[in-house]
């Protein structure tokens, strides 16, 4: 499993067992010969009222960043799991 994996398997479990839904995996482009190939491609700009979009991006540094519908979680390695953690610690209101 990679950091990136864990943390957003850690994040769908959440979401589904506490409002009920089932995220579904999308990527923001299409990668011929990954798995982005078989999902969706969505992306913040397809955040609206009714749909909220969380990208999750093995990328420095390690930050959270909400615009409208949209919410960016991002982390290097371990650090998106950290920052996947934050998320749910604030959504929680465990921390601010």
């Given at each position: 499993?990679?950091?990136?994996?864990?943390?957003?398997?850690?994040?769908?479990?959440?979401?589904?067992?506490?409002?009920?839904?089932?995220?579904?995996?999308?990527?923001?482009?299409?990668?011929?010969?990954t798995t982005c190939a078989q999902?969706?491609?969505?992306?913040?700009?397809?955040?609206?009222?009714?749909?909220?979009?969380?990208?999750?991006?093995?990328?420095?540094?390690?930050?959270?960043?909400?615009?409208d519908s949209c919410i960016t979680?991002?982390?290097?390695?371990?650090?998106?799991?950290?920052?996947?953690?934050?998320?749910?610690?604030?959504?929680?209101?465990?921390?601010?």
């Amino acid at each position: 499993f990679t950091a990136l994996a864990l943390g957003g398997s850690d994040l769908a479990t959440n979401l589904a067992t506490t409002i009920g839904i089932t995220p579904q995996a999308a990527c923001t482009r299409n990668i011929t010969n990954t798995t982005c190939a078989q999902r969706p491609v969505i992306t913040c700009d397809q955040a609206n009222s009714d749909t909220t979009v969380i990208v999750i991006k093995n990328e420095a540094p390690a930050l959270i960043t909400y615009n409208d519908s949209c919410i960016t979680i991002q982390g290097e390695g371990l650090e998106v799991v950290r920052a996947i953690d934050k998320f749910l610690y604030t959504w929680y209101g465990i921390q601010q």
